[in-house]
C-alpha cells in the first residue's frame, strides 16, 4: 500500500541506466562536487542510496466487498456482502502501513483492524429473547523485508518477504439471556508470504504502483494471495494521494474433528496517502 515518494519522471534511457549501472544519470550529479544531492538532502536522481534511514507512512481506507464458503461437518453455506454492507456496520476501523529503508534494504508492515456490530430483533417465544447482537473483529498484521533490485529515479522494483497473521473474532449475545446461549469464538493463523512491488513514474505528477504476495502452502492457509494497484497524484514534494483496487483472498485449511474451514475473497477501493517523513 505504501509508494516511494522518491520516484519520479524521467526518460526511460537515463532510468533503465542508473537501474543497471548503480550511477546517477548525468543531468541530475547536479549536488556540489558531484555529490548528487538536492536541497532536500535526498539523491537528486530518487534513488535515496545517501546511507541514511528513510521513513515512510501511508495511512488508507479500503472499502472491501466480501464473498466466500464456510463449512463444518461436511456441510458449507456461501456467504456474500457489499461494501455498503460492510460500511453500514463498521464501527471502528484501523488501517494503515509503515516502511523503512536504508539504500536497498527495505522493512515493511501493514496493519488492518476493524470491529463489526450488528443487533436484530428475533422471533423467540416471550420470556426467552427479544434481541441478538453480533459483533465481528477482524485483524491483519502483514511485516516483511525485502531488497530494491532496481532502483532509478522512475522505475523501482522490490522483492519482499514476510508473514501474514490473521485473527477472526465473533460474539453472539442475546438480550435478555436467561438461557446462557450467548456465545464467543476466534480464530487465528500465521501464514509465510512472498511477493513484490513495481513502482513507476508515469509523469511528473503521476506515479502508478503495482504489488503483490502469495503464501500459506499448508502452514496456516493452504492458499492466500493479495494483488494490489494504485494510481498516485504527486500532491506536494513528499506526499502521494492514491487510488486503487486491492483484492485478498485465503483458503483455510480443514481442521479439527469437525473438519472445519473458510474460503474468503476481499476485494475493493482503496484511497490513501503516502507521506514521507525522512
Known amino acids: 500500500m505504501i509508494s516511494d515518494p522518491e520516484v519520479s519522471y524521467a526518460d526511460s534511457t537515463s532510468a533503465m541506466t542508473a537501474a543497471t549501472t548503480g550511477d546517477l544519470p548525468a543531468a541530475d550529479q547536479s549536488g556540489p562536487s558531484g555529490s548528487g544531492t538536492t536541497q532536500g538532502g535526498t539523491a537528486a536522481s530518487g534513488t535515496g542510496n545517501d546511507g541514511q534511514w528513510h521513513f515512510v507512512v501511508a495511512p488508507y481506507l479500503w472499502l472491501p466487498g466480501v464473498h466466500g464458503t464456510v463449512g463444518a461437518f461436511d456441510k458449507d453455506a456461501g ?19 509503515a516502511e523503512a529503508r536504508r539504500n536497498r534494504f527495505i522493512a515493511n508492515i501493514d496493519t488492518l483492524y476493524m470491529r463489526l456490530q450488528a443487533s436484530n430483533s428475533i422471533p423467540f417465544p416471550p420470556g426467552l429473547a427479544q434481541s441478538a447482537t453480533v459483533k465481528a473483529s477482524v ?10 533490485l532496481i532502483n532509478a529515479k522512475a522505475i523501482k522494483v522490490d522483492a519482499l518477504a514476510g508473514i501474514r497473521y490473521w485473527y477472526f473474532g465473533e460474539n453472539l449475545q442475546f438480550y435478555p439471556s436467561y438461557l446462557g446461549l450467548n456465545f464467543s469464538k476466534s480464530q487465528d ?34 492458499l492466500e494471495y493479495q494483488v494490489v494497484g494504485l494510481l498516485g497524484y504527486r500532491y506536494k514534494p513528499n506526499m502521494i494521494l492514491q487510488a486503487g483496487y486491492r483484492y485478498l483472498y485465503f483458503d483455510k485449511e480443514k481442521a479439527g474433528p469437525s473438519n472445519a474451514f473458510a474460503k474468503a475473497a476481499f476485494s475493493g477501493i482503496v484511497l490513501g496517502a503516502t507521506i514521507n517523513l525522512k
Not at 485483524?139 to 530494491?148: A, D, E, H, M, Y
Open 79 to 97: 456467504f456474500k456482502a457489499s461494501a455498503v454492507d460492510i460500511l453500514s456496520h463498521a464501527r471502528f476501523a484501523f488501517l494503515g502501513a
Open 139 to 148: 485483524f491483519i498484521l502483514t511485516p516483511k523485508i525485502g531488497v530494491r
Open 189 to 222: 493463523w500465521v501464514d509465510p508470504v512472498v511477493g513484490g512491488r513495481i513502482e513507476g513514474a508515469l509523469s511528473p505528477k503521476t506515479v502508478v504502483t503495482v504489488a503483490g504476495d502469495a503464501g500459506g502452502w499448508g502452514t496456516g492457509s493452504q
